[in-house]
């Protein structure tokens, strides 16, 4: 059998179309070499044969493995010899069958891999839902899951705080988990091509966040804190139906009278002690967000006014952006004169858009 390497560190056997049994025999030689050998295999491509299983001699012939190949095979799971690789930093796994039960070995979060592994590509697969024992491999700082069958995000995807990278573009995702704001390593998100309705404030919170491809999905408008993502650089929204006019929604119901008098403490700053209120009440009144109208100065705790502003990017594109208000009386008016100049409250809104506008290199809506 020929073998193709780059490097004494590296095993290549890609690409080769052997059996199973064929290559099984082919690892356990090489095996066998590198034992008296003093330089350890670190990098072992497997991928584009014919695997059905992970060969058996992974678990004993290559203890110092730290990346593994097997990308293009027909695995249905990869077995418990994966556990043996307990130094494996990148597995990449893609373009297989992965994806029902038994599809990734038991006792994965508690073996030695989920401290070493830090690259997991699984795209390509035919994952219904993200393995729960995903989740707790605590040192990723990768994960493609890209091009499978998953319909949501697990709210427990805020457990993988290493994370620097998230792929799940290609599946068929309706919701963000507000828990996904929770990431403070990412760097790149990805969850183009798929039928994502809406995006929660919550992703405001990625500080490190520099591309976010949200492209192909349902999206008609974007949180007004997505301005507060400071690093951003790429703006992927081309195949969205972003609303291409004004449009408001001024479905309002009255506050209650806890909210009235809520909203009167806070804006008469009228002073209270822990010992005045029950703690309830304390809670609740911790809860009051301000008005983004600069002109109103007023607060809202349940109850608001949605409403769509446009603001621009680049000079070149209007993003739909949803605002709170916190009652109609803060909205532009409907008349036909705000249609002839603009109201205060889309222009600063316009003007805190200019502000970050800088940040944004790259706006792709078309």
Excluded: W
Aim: glycine share 6%; net charge neutral.
């Amino acid at each position: 059998m020929e073998e193709a390497t780059a490097g004494e560190a590296e095993l290549n056997l890609s690409r080769l179309s052997v059996s199973l049994e064929t290559l099984e025999s082919e690892l356990e030689a090489r095996g066998e070499e590198r034992r008296g050998a003093r330089e350890a295999l670190l990098r072992l491509l497997l991928p584009h044969n014919r695997l059905v299983s992970l060969p058996r001699a992974l678990g004993s012939g290559f203890p110092h493995l730290q990346l593994l190949d097997v990308s293009g095979n027909a695995l249905t799971a990869l077995g418990p010899e994966l556990l043996a690789l307990r130094g494996l930093r990148t597995l990449l796994a893609k373009n297989n069958r992965l994806g029902g039960p038994g599809a990734l070995p038991k006792g994965l979060a508690q073996s030695p891999l989920s401290r070493s592994l830090q690259v997991l590509n699984l795209s390509g697969n035919c994952f219904q839902e993200v393995p729960t024992s995903l989740l707790e491999l605590r040192a990723l700082q990768t994960l493609s899951l890209g091009g499978n069958q998953l319909q949501s995000i697990p709210a427990e995807i805020e457990n993988l705080r290493s994370l620097e990278c998230l792929y799940l573009g290609g599946n068929f995702i309706k919701e963000i988990p507000p828990e996904l704001g929770n990431l403070p390593s990412l760097n790149y998100l990805v969850l183009c091509d798929n039928k994502i309705q809406s995006v929660p404030p919550q992703l405001s919170q990625l500080n490190s966040l520099r591309s976010l491809s949200l492209h192909n999905n349902l999206l008609t408008y974007l949180p007004r804190e997505i301005l507060n993502l400071i690093h951003l650089e790429e703006l992927s929204l081309r195949g969205n139906p972003l609303v291409v006019r004004f449009v408001r929604d001024l479905t309002y119901d009255p506050p209650t009278l806890l909210e009235l008098a809520a909203r009167t403490i806070k804006i008469r700053n009228i002073s209270y002690t822990p010992y005045d209120l029950p703690g309830n009440l304390l809670r609740y009144l911790s809860l009051a967000s301000n008005c983004p109208n600069p002109k109103c100065g007023g607060v809202y705790f349940d109850c608001c006014v949605r409403q769509i502003k446009f603001v621009d990017f680049c000079g070149k594109y209007r993003l739909p952006l949803m605002h709170y208000l916190c009652s109609p009386e803060c909205s532009s008016p409907c008349s036909s004169a705000s249609h002839s100049s603009t109201s205060q409250s889309e222009s600063d809104s316009e003007d805190e858009a200019s502000v970050a506008a800088h940040r944004m290199q790259k706006v792709l809506l078309g």
